[in-house]
């Protein structure tokens, strides 16, 4: 069939006779034509098309609006007679285009009941066989290699997010337990949409049972890590084992022709790279240097994502204030979060970020980190010493946070980052006036510079204990902040509204107010 014959068989549906462009459907006008309804398209049988796209023939082509109008008419504009469901299909044509993209779906959650023996499969692993670097990657471009890496860990990348989101649903007031709405917390809940049996959201857990869950979490993003850095050391070891074939080859091809020749480049050679009468200890340090640069000039390691960061450090955050053992989560949340934000500072460094937006951070990296300092407990009972550890490991962390936040390209702060860090320094500093002055300064920054005032930041600001913290701070804050507070008033709770325009801007989750 020729290619006029095929367009001629086939007639769109005036946009007109739509109410709107989902409505648009395909028709086959020309039954009677040469086009074969059972093959859609040239060289594509109808089985390999998507369930979500329908081709109709022209006995079953949708009404038109028109037609649809008329009946109305001679039904005297009532569908009650049809029982109000074959009336309604006649009125709305079968939607042919998806109009929700599947980034808007709800991520899959593993069910409990395969949490342990999928993870242990995976921990149990040797480096290197989740997914490897190969040789025929040896002859691409910087970032089709780069793109490589995410295509052969994206399997593994998604196994394990599903298995962090699993865990996580186990762990009450967790980002997954809050943001599903199969989740009891969630505002749009619907109870005969809970799959009973399959995800059981907890309400309340041990302790113990929560730090199982968290270990394993990590244990999870570690082996990830793990087998990242084996795929970009085996791609920097071919890469320059590459190189030296290539030089061997060149040298000998300069020998043969002329000895004298490669004599001298032989030493211009060492005397550009390497110097002259280099020692052993310098030629390991140059093949160390290069191994490095071959390592960190590809971008970050395939592999990990920002939201297996996430997942993680959320767990952290919902059970710090529980643990027996603080100080020991407190340094692995930090470096989850250095891990996070150094892979996002290599793809940028080469210019990847734009190639791997997985790679990226996230507010609810930034801000759990937070979270997770303002709920460690101040007193553990094991002691001054261990006390002030936990104070100065919390401290360091919010604030390393707020700042690599405050710089990030891409990532803004938000009214979860003022309530979390001025819940740290109320708990944490001691009542001063230096204390009172980092928390009108950070308050004058949330609802002047930032518009970022909500409930969670005022009520972080009524806890705190401003007649302890100086004469000037007291009056600052009783003037600003306990004067103009009214409860009743839920459109700003008494204060100017400028102060809260932005409130729910640069979330996480625009429904929640977590992150």
């Not at 690599?404 to 003022?418: D, G, K, Y």
Request: proline letters at 4%; glycine letters at 4%; one cysteine or more.
């Amino acid at each position: 069939m020729s290619h006029q014959s095929f367009l001629s068989s086939l007639s769109l549906t005036p946009l007109s006779s739509f109410s709107s462009l989902s409505s648009l459907s395909l028709s086959v006008m020309d039954s009677t034509s040469t086009f074969d309804t059972n093959q859609r398209m040239v060289g594509m049988p109808a089985s390999s098309l998507p369930s979500s796209v329908k081709y109709f023939s022209s006995s079953e082509a949708p009404m038109k609006r028109k037609e649809t109008k008329e009946n109305e008419v001679e039904n005297g504009g009532d569908d009650s007679s049809s029982g109000g469901g074959s009336g309604a299909d006649a009125k709305r044509p079968v939607r042919m285009i998806p109009t929700r993209h599947s980034r808007h779906h709800i991520p899959s959650i593993a069910p409990h009941a395969i949490l342990d023996n999928a993870t242990d499969k995976i921990l149990k692993s040797i480096p290197g066989t989740l997914f490897a670097y190969e040789t025929r990657y040896l002859n691409q471009s910087k970032q089709e290699e780069y793109e490589t890496g995410i295509s052969v860990s994206y399997y593994q990348q998604e196994q394990i997010e599903y298995l962090l989101r699993g865990y996580s649903s186990l762990i009450p007031n967790s980002i997954v337990h809050l943001q599903s709405p199969k989740s009891p917390k969630h505002p749009m809940y619907n109870r005969e949409n809970f799959t009973a049996g399959k995800i059981d959201f907890k309400e309340e857990m041990s302790i113990s049972e929560m730090e199982k869950v968290v270990n394993k979490m990590i244990q999870l993003v570690e082996r990830i890590e793990v087998e990242g850095k084996v795929y970009v050391e085996l791609r920097s070891k071919l890469r320059s084992q590459m190189t030296q074939v290539l030089r061997q080859a060149s040298h000998e091809s300069s020998t043969s022709s002329d000895s004298d020749s490669d004599s001298d480049s032989d030493s211009d050679s060492d005397s550009d790279s390497d110097g002259e009468g280099s020692s052993d200890d310098d030629e390991a340090t140059r093949e160390a240097w290069k191994m490095t640069q071959l390592i960190d000039n590809y971008g970050a390691p395939p592999g990990p994502s920002a939201a297996m960061y996430d997942l993680t450090l959320d767990a952290i955050a919902n059970i710090i204030d529980k643990t027996s053992n603080p100080i020991s989560y407190l340094k692995k949340a930090a470096a989850l979060f250095e891990s996070s934000t150094s892979r996002n500072k290599l793809d940028q460094k080469q210019k990847m970020d734009v190639v791997n937006l997985d790679s990226i951070p996230t507010a609810a990296t930034f801000n759990a980190l937070i979270r997770i300092s303002s709920n460690a407990a101040k007193e553990s009972g094991k002691g001054k010493r261990h006390d002030e550890e936990v104070r100065d490991e919390a401290i360091t962390n919010a604030f390393m946070a707020f700042d690599a936040m405050n710089h990030h390209p891409h990532v803004h702060l938000n009214s979860a980052t003022f309530n979390y860090l001025i819940r740290t320094v109320n708990k944490f500093f001691p009542d001063c006036k230096a204390k009172g002055c980092i928390l009108a300064s950070l308050w004058d920054k949330c609802a002047l510079a930032y518009s970022m005032v909500d409930e969670n930041v005022i009520e972080a600001v009524l806890e705190v204990k401003t007649e302890d913290c100086g004469e000037d701070v007291h009056r600052f804050f009783k003037k600003y902040v306990f004067d103009r507070y009214d409860q009743e008033v839920k459109n700003g709770y008494g204060f100017p509204l400028k102060y809260s325009r932005n409130k729910k801007k640069k979330r996480f989750d625009s429904m929640l107010d977590v992150y």
